[in-house]
């Protein structure tokens, strides 16, 4: 059984920085290409990174230079640093493959940027 557990979210100030984690199991995780999405209140799902197999990155424009996915295939998990955080980062935060997302969504983590 597919599982995607999202964890890292929480509460923090403009300019701050979290980073998520994302634990699957139940899928040949080296051989996904990954995905960080996010979906604000009334607004639909956004991908926000993606991560080949071999370490290849793209970024939703208007996070490039503050995020960065990486991942650990030893440890089937992916992550995503998030810096200089603005309140537009404001979403929950889920992971799923890419480009489909056919995986078993997760709970996401919930991610607040706010003073």
């Known amino acids: 059984q597919v599982q995607l557990v999202e964890s890292g979210g929480g509460l923090v100030q403009p300019g701050g920085s979290l980073r998520l984690s994302c634990a699957a199991s139940?899928?040949?995780?080296?051989?996904?290409?990954m995905g960080w999405y996010r979906q604000a209140p009334g607004k639909q799902r956004e991908l926000v990174a993606a991560?080949?197999?071999?370490?290849?990155?793209n970024y939703l424009d208007s996070v490039k230079g503050r995020f960065t996915i990486s991942r650990d295939n030893a440890k089937n998990t992916v992550y995503l640093q998030m810096n200089s955080l603005k309140s537009e980062d404001t979403a929950v935060y889920y992971c799923?493959?890419?480009?489909?997302?056919?995986?078993?969504w997760g709970q996401g983590t919930q991610v607040t940027v706010s003073s």
């Open positions: 799923n493959n890419f480009p489909n997302g056919n995986l078993n």
């Open positions: 139940g899928i040949i995780f080296r051989i996904n290409t």
């Open positions: 991560i080949t197999t071999g370490g290849t990155t």
